[in-house]
């Protein structure tokens, strides 16, 4: 935000951020094999990459949906994406407890499961599995773009409008019951990982509309191109670059036909960043030699409301001379910290900001950085970096759980140790504030060196977690137990809530973001809660 205030002509913006370092939640820690390192460029320019490997202990995916992150990343002059392959999918589908199957396996798997439970039905010439599968998947894919853009409108991963009391009455539910009441069963197996897998909630307890939000047709339509291009590509040359280009255009109108939902051709949905996520806002910071003052504390906000002309007031100290206190002056404020804890900083919340606010909610995801042998059946075989544990997002009850973990050193240089392998692990919580007293605060970011205070209750649960899956010689290097995915509960959507707040940034009265922020800036908006922006701190002019 502070950059493409820059561009567009303010020359006086200045961040004010926390912890030492820009990018928040993207967070990338640089290793080789055996420590930490920096990422050198050779003499052509290029930089390595695969030896001194990027670990995201935020910020990871960009999925096809991803264009101003794409644009960003073009921009910036970052090494392009790369698609991570093959999953290992453990779940009570698999042959037992520590085998996985492939994405393909495990999705066939779930669709015949609710066939044999009558919950799924397919046509009479649907004799093969493939076909069944095949059928209820296009069939659910189809349903599901097509409701979503009656309810939902033409929107692609950016705030909808505000919605009526009619749309509203046929979300108001989980996205769970949205889904089977809705009769697209075949999607529930796969959204109960890939929803819950990004932090975004469990679909048993997530509101509809949130589940609505993040799963846009644009996405699914990806996913059903990826999903005819890998079969493809098993029956012809995947190398070939004709061929690939032909296939492309070919598979993206067919499934324009088939499920709708507008896409450009897709590959593979989920890609990464080989030089980390991180950098991005690093290098935006640095090309645009953005004012940023780092360790910042801000003691006061005052937006002085009783005058439209009077500048808003900021009083700061920073970590360089705690005992300086700071006042600034500047014309306007745009907010993208969490505003659930804007009333520690704000001074003159207004009533509906403090009603507003004080309705969200968030979760915990904890990404753990550690060291151990192979995992059988992910990591002891090549090209299955990334594995998830779809049981272990099905609900509350399973919070905590190993559900996911990455192999980055695989997918960045095609590692493959035979012993001591480095990853980065998940875990979910939604009742964070009962699994351990130091999470109930949820206004926790990195410290000044990168790392942030521990949770040693969920590092007991990982280690058990990994215990029970006979992984062995494990060895824990960091953990990140992140708030995450301030929301809004079921009833606030239900009234409009969320609505109610992207109309006040537009007012006087409310945080002075208002004033400039408009909608086309809202492109940027990952649908991360209500986070305002995608760049970090609080930028101000
Ligand atoms: C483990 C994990 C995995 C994720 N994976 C993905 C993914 O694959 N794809 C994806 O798109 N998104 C992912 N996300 C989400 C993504 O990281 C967030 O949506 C994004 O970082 C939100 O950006 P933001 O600028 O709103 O907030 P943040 O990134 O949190 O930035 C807020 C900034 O404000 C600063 N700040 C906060 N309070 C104050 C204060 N009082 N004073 C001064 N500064 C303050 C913070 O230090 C921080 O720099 C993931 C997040 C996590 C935690």
Redesign the pocket.
């Known amino acids: 935000m502070a950059s493409r205030l820059a561009q567009l002509g303010y020359t006086k913006v200045t961040v004010?951020?926390?912890?030492d370092r820009?990018?928040?939640?993207?967070l990338t820690l640089y290793r080789n094999f055996t420590s930490e390192c920096v990422q050198s460029e050779d003499q052509n320019g290029e930089v390595d990459t695969s030896s001194c490997v990027a670990h995201?202990?935020?910020?990871?995916?960009?999925h096809n949906g991803?264009h101003t992150?794409r644009a960003l990343v073009q921009e910036y002059d970052l090494k392009y994406v790369v698609a991570p392959e093959g999953r290992a999918m453990f779940s009570h589908y698999a042959a037992d407890q520590w085998h996985a199957q492939s994405m393909h396996d495990f999705v066939s798997a779930s669709i015949m499961d609710g066939i044999k439970q009558k919950k799924i039905k397919v046509p009479f010439w649907a004799v093969t599995e493939k076909l069944k599968v095949l059928h209820a998947l296009i069939s659910a894919v189809s349903k599901y773009n097509q409701i979503h853009k009656a309810i939902m409108g033409e929107i692609e991963f950016s705030m909808p409008s505000r919605m009526s009391a009619e749309s509203l009455n046929k979300i108001n539910m989980t996205f769970l019951e949205f889904l089977e009441t809705n009769d697209m069963h075949a999607l529930s197996g796969f959204l109960m990982f890939a929803h819950a897998a990004?932090?975004y909630g469990y679909v048993k307890t997530i509101p509809a509309f949130y589940g609505l939000w993040w799963i846009s047709p644009e996405l699914l339509n990806g996913y059903v191109q990826m999903s005819f291009r890998q079969q493809l590509e098993r029956i012809s040359n995947p190398d070939s670059k004709y061929l690939q280009a032909l296939r492309g255009r070919w598979v993206h109108d067919l499934t324009w036909l088939l499920v709708g939902g507008s896409a450009n051709v897709v590959q593979r949905t989920t890609t990464m960043l080989p030089e980390g996520y991180q950098k991005i806002w690093t290098t935006m910071a640095k090309k645009d030699a953005l004012d940023v003052r780092s360790g910042?504390?801000?003691q006061g906000i005052d937006r002085q409301l009783h005058d439209p002309a009077a500048p808003v007031r900021i009083t700061y100290t920073q970590s360089s001379d705690p005992t300086k206190v700071v006042k600034e002056d500047y014309e306007f404020l745009i907010y993208?910290?969490?505003h659930a804890?804007a009333h520690?900083?704000v001074k003159d919340l207004v009533p509906q900001e403090e009603a507003i606010f004080s309705r969200l909610k968030s979760f915990v995801?904890a990404?753990t950085i550690y060291q151990s042998d192979p995992v059988l059946d992910y990591t002891d075989k090549a090209e299955v970096p990334i594995m998830y544990s779809a049981d272990k997002m099905s609900g509350p009850e399973q919070d905590g759980a190993w559900y996911a973990d990455r192999y980055d050193s695989n997918i960045f240089g095609n590692e493959l140790a035979t012993g001591m392998q480095t990853r980065v692990g998940?875990q979910f919580y939604e009742n964070f504030c009962e699994a351990d007293e130091m999470l109930c605060d949820t206004?926790r970011?990195?410290n000044r060196k990168n790392r942030m205070d521990e949770s040693l209750e969920v590092l007991d649960k990982f280690r058990e977690e990994l215990r029970e899956q006979r992984v062995e010689n494990v060895r824990v290097l960091r953990q990140?137990p992140?708030p995450?995915f301030h929301h809004f509960p079921n009833s606030a959507i239900m009234e409009g809530v969320p609505w109610d707040l992207f109309d006040m940034q537009d007012l006087g009265s409310g945080l002075r973001a208002g004033s400039i922020l408009r909608r086309n800036w809202i492109e940027a908006i990952?649908p991360?809660g209500l986070?305002?922006?995608?760049?970090?701190?609080?930028s101000t002019t």
Request: with cysteine.
């Open positions: 004010l951020e926390r912890t820009v990018g928040g939640k993207s995201e202990m935020g910020t990871c995916f960009l991803y992150i990004q932090g910042v504390e801000i993208s910290g969490p804890h520690k900083y995801l990404t998940y206004d970011t990195p990140y992140w995450y990952r991360g986070v305002l922006v995608h760049a970090s701190s609080l």
